[in-house]
């Protein structure tokens, strides 16, 4: 597994809030909206990896040449590892991009976070290769958790790495 670690940089996550906010009716949320600032912070750092820009709609958040990335992002308290999971919930399975993009974030220093980036599918490969868990089924793992809803999971250790793009020019965002 070949995840790229992006440290945030300065007014990342102060946008991440500030963009959220601004998300009324979140579609298909698995947290029912409260944490979309990870999300946001996930695009932002995709986004600024690649030298591409934000494009803000239901179906794909990142445009990387002709491609439309979506970028999945997870809120965790440690790094992430390659058995844990890639989720789609159930409800975004039609969302009609070329590619699922996973990212994980964890807190660094303070206010700050660590954005790992840990892997791409395209759609059909991913729900192909995922299993199905329903909402309230216990975490098969063990860990003490439930699931909060219909999802679709598989490993990070079977994504394909992420790379930089060769037509990407340099980060938009950071200094």
């Given at each position: 597994m070949g995840k790229i670690i992006l440290p945030c940089q300065p007014g990342w996550v102060e946008e991440a809030h500030e963009r959220a906010e601004q998300l009324v009716g979140l579609r298909n949320s698995i947290t029912g909206g409260r944490n979309a600032w990870v999300g946001v912070l996930g695009q932002i750092a995709y986004a600024d990896f690649q030298g591409s820009k934000e494009c803000e709609t239901y179906h794909f958040d990142v445009k990387v040449g002709l491609r439309r990335d979506e970028v999945k992002t997870k809120l965790r308290g440690v790094p992430a590892e390659g058995n844990h999971n890639a989720t789609v919930a159930a409800a975004n399975c039609t969302q009609d991009c070329d590619r699922y993009v996973f990212a994980s974030l964890y807190p660094d220093r303070g206010e700050l976070f660590?954005?790992?980036?840990?892997?791409?599918?395209?759609?059909?490969?991913?729900?192909?290769?995922?299993?199905?868990?329903?909402?309230?089924?216990?975490?098969?793992?063990?860990?003490?958790?439930?699931?909060?809803?219909?999802?679709?999971?598989?490993?990070?250790?079977?994504?394909?790495?992420?790379?930089?793009?060769?037509?990407?020019?340099?980060?938009?965002?950071?200094?």
């Open positions: 660590i954005v790992e980036l840990m892997g791409w599918m395209t759609p059909l490969a991913f729900f192909q290769a995922a299993e199905l868990r329903r909402k309230g089924e216990d975490d098969p793992e063990g860990l003490g958790w439930t699931f909060k809803a219909d999802c679709y999971n598989l490993p990070y250790a079977m994504l394909l790495p992420v790379v930089r793009e060769r037509h990407a020019t340099g980060p938009l965002r950071s200094g």
